[in-house]
Structures are given as C-alpha cells and as structure tokens.
C-alpha cells in the first residue's frame, strides 16, 4: 500500500534541487542490496541434495523429485551424496546449486550438523533452503522443514515394541536390547527420545530390562544406518548377554534395514525371532511382517513428502508463504524452524492392508 503526504507549503526550487541532488547521491552510493523481488521464474533451478543410497526410500524420493519438478515446470538438479558416512560430496553438491543460480535448495542432510556454511551461502545468494526428512541444525538461516512427525515416529515404535511382547507372552518382565540411528542424522535422536518416552516407565516399573544394559543413546548408535554394523552389534550382545537360552523379548529397531539385520542376527545364533520394529515400509519387512518375523514399519509415504515439499516450492515459485503446520517443535540450535510436519502410521500384519491399500508397490504384498 502506497501512501501520499501533501504538503500545503510550496517548497522553493533551490532546495528541491538540493533534497534532489542528496537523494540521488544517496541511491548512487548506497551499498544496501536490493530488496528481492516475490517469487521467481516458472522455469528456475530447483536444487535437491540427497543423502547416499542406503534406504529404498531415498531412491524413491530422487525419481519422485526428478519427476515431479520437471512436471511442474521447474529445471532439476537432483544429487546423491557418494558415501554414507561422509558430508564432503554434499557440502560440494550444495556449493554447486549455490553457482548454478538455484532458486530453492531442498537438502537432505546426510550430517546434519555440518551444513551451516553452505545453507548461508544459499540463503546469501538469494535461494530459499528446505531441510527435507531431516532437520539442519546450528544455523539461523534455515527457512523451512517437511518431514513426518519424527517424535511421534518413535512414540509409535516405542508402544509397538510394547504391545507386540504382551501379544507374545502376556506376562511380563521383557527383556530387550535397544538400537538407534546413525549418530550424524539428528533424526536419530529424535526417533530414540521418542521411543524412549515409551520405554522408560516401563524400564523404570521394571515391566522392562534392558539385558545389556546399554540405554544411551551413545551405546546404541548405528554409524551410517548400515545394516552391517546393527548385525555385528547384535552379534556382540547375544554373545554377552544372551548366553545358553536366554533370549531377548524384543528390539527397539529404528529402521527396516536395521531390523533385517538385526532379525538375520538372531535367526544365526538359533534363537527365536523376537518382537523387532521398524521404519519406511521397505519392501522385505512388509513382507517380513506378512510372514510373522519383523513385527512393525512406520509407513511414511514418499510420495506425499515429496509431493508437500514441491507444493512448498510452488508457494514460493508464486512469491507466497509455504503452508506451515508447525512453529514449535524444531529447534535447531539457532531458531524454531517453521515446519509442515505429516502424520506417521505404524503397520502391522493386522493393519497392512488398509495401510498399503493405495500403494501399487506394497498394496499386492498384504493380500
């Protein structure tokens, strides 16, 4: 909104010149940039930075991405990290969207705290940053998340865990081990406190053991979500602690990938298969689930994150503000990120179908 002042006193030539003369100077000299204008050409670059191939569902977001921007009239540049447990290949993909004249820069972290210098730079060149699944941390100048409800994720887990024991033996004490995710990923953190607000009365009532002992989240980590490093840890803890017949109740997986390791595990040293759950409906573990072994996925639909964070990007294509759901949850060390955050949902044998009803890829596995 323009607003007018009229003045009823006639300013004389000379000083008008002045005024005229500072402004000018003034305008030529400033070093103030320029105010960017809202929104931006239907046919930009839009930059999406992935971490490496360790899920199917990071494959699953690279193609839906790929596909959905061009759709939408966008250019794509859709990148994978080239190692799991190295944020080199990122930070250099990220630099390279920054000189390409990317508009928005989708990030999924592969470590999420050392992203802080290349999200400035992004955000100095102009281009809006959206952390994708998971949250950047240590810097003001993240502008938006989209993910699914990581906290509840964990919540879900930590109540399967729960109920998949007593439907197994109705009585208690259960005896379980704990495993969490990969120390670069501030994801797994949040996964682990939310199971672990679950978990601890139980283990606190003595409902719950933990036969290792190990509860931290230290102790449980799982370096570059490998499912290499879940088996070997398991290996270690029937070793130890499971010697004879003893055997846990259930695992706290927060994966897929991680519980067939962890199942492949067990299965080796000739025990029963406990109560194991998991995250990102993966192919083998519904199938897994249909068979009774894995006994929980958290279903988090690709393509609905994948389709939000394009709908974010078109919001800000049109010089509009992102749908938001969520001003509180996310604090990343230097502000509360704005958020769209959707609804996780745990799957098991009983539910699968209903579930995966509207999938083509899982919908045929659960009839």
Known sequence: MRTFLTKSVVVGAATLLALTACGSERDASSDDPAEPEAGFAQDSLIGVALPAKTSENWVLAGDLFTNGLKEAGFQADVQYAGASTTVADQQ?????????????????????????????????????????DRLITNTGDLDYYVAFDNFKVGELQGQALLDGMKEKKPNGPYTIELFSGSPDDNNSKVFFDGAMSILQPAIDSGDVVVGSKQTSIKQTATQGWEAENAQSRMDTL????????????????????????????????????????????????????????????INKDTRK?????????????????PEINDTDSYDNGEKVIPSYLLDPVIVTKENAAEAYADDPKLGPLTK
Request: proline fraction near 3%.
């Open 92 to 132: 250099s993909q990220i630099n390279a969207m920054v000189t390409k004249g990317a508009k928005v820069i989708v990030i999924g972290a592969t470590d999420a705290a050392q992203l802080a210098t290349q999200v400035s730079q992004a955000k100095q060149s102009g281009a809006t940053v959206i952390a994708y």
């Open 238 to 297: 029937l070793n130890s602690a499971y010697t004879g017949s003893k055997a846990p109740d259930g695992v706290l997986s927060p994966n897929d990938n991680l519980a067939r390791a962890i199942i492949t595990s067990v299965e080796g040293a000739g025990k029963p298969v406990p109560v194991v759950t998991g995250q990102d409906s993966e192919v083998e573990s519904v199938k897994s689930i249909m068979a009774g072994q894995q006994y929980s996925t």
């Open 305 to 321: 994150l994948v389709a939000q964070t394009i709908t974010m990007v078109k919001a800000l294509q049109a010089g509009d503000e």
